[in-house]
Structure formats: structure tokens, C-alpha cells
């Protein structure tokens, strides 16, 4: 059975760092599409930062880039989403999810893309 359990999230202020965990089982990974995305309040979710099954390529939404950083660590089964600079408008619902055939080029994949999730971790950044 394939589970995703994110991790990580609280409340920082402006400006601070917090790293994301998804620990995957009931599949493998590395040959898996897998993204972070966030849905703020009323607003739609939005693919983050994605990482392309084997290749390991990855991509980022215009308003992170420069401050996040995807990585997928095999042996643990785990991707890692690190938040570095963090701004009130990063303040969402952040999801990992992952697919066995979305294309991750030039940006993330659709939601609807992606097959399998997890229930989310909240992000606050607040002074």
C-alpha cells in the first residue's frame, strides 16, 4: 500500500529555514515523480518544487526559486523540501506527492497528475 507521511512543518518567522520530510513506503521511490505542493486559504494548490523519477531532475515554481531546494535521499525512502528565506506568503498547507508516469519538465505536474498523497503538514510563517 503506498503512504506518504510529510513532516516538519510549524511556525517560523520571516526570513527562517524549516526542512520537509516525506517518507514514502509501499513503493519505490527513486522511480517515482515526486512533488511538494502547497494550498494556502482560499487559493489553489500549486505545485512547489517537483523531482523527476530517475533522472532526479528537478524544478521549482517562479516564487521559490533560489530559496528551496527538492532532494531525495533513495537508501531512506524520504524526500526532503528545504525552506530557506521563508515569507509570509509561503504560509500553506504543504503536501508531498508522488506518480509512476507524470512528466516533471519545465515545471510540476498538474495535481490531478499525481496519484498518490499525503494528508499535509502546515507551514506558518509569522512573526
Known amino acids: 500500500q503506498v503512504q506518504l507521511v510529510e513532516s516538519g512543518g510549524g511556525l517560523v518567522q520571516p526570513g527562517g529555514s524549516l526542512r520537509l520530510s516525506c517518507a514514502a513506503s509501499?513503493?519505490?521511490?527513486?522511480?517515482?515523480?515526486i512533488g511538494w505542493f502547497r494550498q494556502a486559504p482560499g487559493k489553489e494548490r500549486e505545485g512547489v518544487a517537483c523531482i523527476s523519477a530517475s533522472e532526479d531532475r528537478t524544478v521549482y515554481v517562479d516564487s521559490v526559486k533560489g530559496r528551496f531546494t527538492i532532494s531525495r535521499d533513495s537508501a531512506e525512502s524520504t524526500v526532503y523540501l528545504q525552506m530557506n528565506s521563508l515569507k509570509p506568503e509561503d504560509t500553506a498547507v504543504y503536501y508531498c506527492?508522488?506518480?509512476?508516469?507524470?512528466?516533471?519538465?519545465?515545471?510540476?505536474?498538474?495535481?490531478?497528475?499525481?496519484?498518490?498523497w499525503g494528508k499535509g503538514t502546515l507551514v506558518t510563517v509569522s512573526s
Open positions: 506527492a508522488a506518480d509512476r508516469w507524470a512528466v516533471v519538465v519545465g515545471g510540476c505536474p498538474t495535481s490531478a497528475d499525481m496519484d498518490y
Open positions: 509501499g513503493f519505490t521511490p527513486k522511480y517515482y515523480a
